[in-house]
C-alpha cells in the first residue's frame, strides 16, 4: 500500500480571499506550496488535492474555469520539476442540498484511497478548516490543521518524519 499527503486547495496551496476565487487572476499559489508538494514526493508521498467547489454549484464559476486555475497549479508544479498526483473536487453546495462529496464527508479522500491503494495510516490531510480535519477523521487519516495562507513547510517536514518513522 503506498501514502499520500492530502491538501485542502484553498487557503492551503492558494490564498483563501474571503469569498469564491471565480476569476484566473485571483487564483493566487501560496510562496511555499510547490515547495511543499516537492518534499512529499521527496519522501514518497502522492499528492492530492481535495477541495469543496460550491461556486460551481452557485453559478460563479464553471467547471472549466475551475480547470484553469488547477492547470496554473500544475504548471507551477511541473516548472519546478514536481507533479500533482490527482485533484478531486465537489461541486456541490449545501444550499442546494446534501452531498456525501462535500467535506467534512470523507467521500473524496475514500475515493482516493480505493484508486490509489492507500494505507490511511500512512496518510495525512492538510487543511485549513474544522471540516478538512472532520473529513480526514471520517477517512481515517490522520490531519494537521493549519491556519489560512500561512507558511507550513516546516510543519509538513515534522508530520513527514512522525509518518515514515
Request: charged fraction near 25%; glycine fraction near 6%.
Amino acid at each position: 500500500m503506498q501514502r499520500a499527503i492530502f491538501f485542502d486547495r484553498d487557503g492551503v496551496l492558494n490564498r483563501e480571499i474571503g469569498d469564491y476565487v471565480c476569476k484566473i487572476e485571483d487564483f493566487e499559489i501560496l510562496p511555499d506550496s510547490v515547495a511543499c508538494i516537492q518534499l512529499a514526493h521527496a519522501h514518497g508521498f502522492k499528492v492530492i488535492i481535495v477541495t469543496n467547489q460550491g461556486g460551481i454549484d452557485k453559478d460563479l464559476y464553471s467547471v472549466e474555469e475551475l480547470a484553469q486555475f488547477h492547470q496554473k497549479l500544475i504548471d507551477a508544479c511541473t516548472a519546478a520539476g514536481t507533479w500533482i498526483d490527482d485533484i478531486y473536487f465537489c461541486a456541490h453546495h449545501p444550499v442546494k442540498g446534501k452531498c456525501l462529496c462535500r467535506k467534512p464527508e470523507g467521500l473524496m479522500l475514500e475515493k482516493a484511497l480505493a484508486k490509489h491503494h492507500l494505507d490511511p495510516k500512512q496518510c495525512l490531510m492538510i487543511g485549513d478548516t474544522d471540516r478538512d480535519m472532520k473529513a480526514a477523521e471520517s477517512a481515517g487519516v490522520k490531519g494537521l490543521l493549519i491556519q489560512p495562507n500561512t507558511e507550513k513547510l516546516r510543519l509538513l517536514e515534522n508530520e513527514i518524519l512522525q509518518l515514515i518513522h
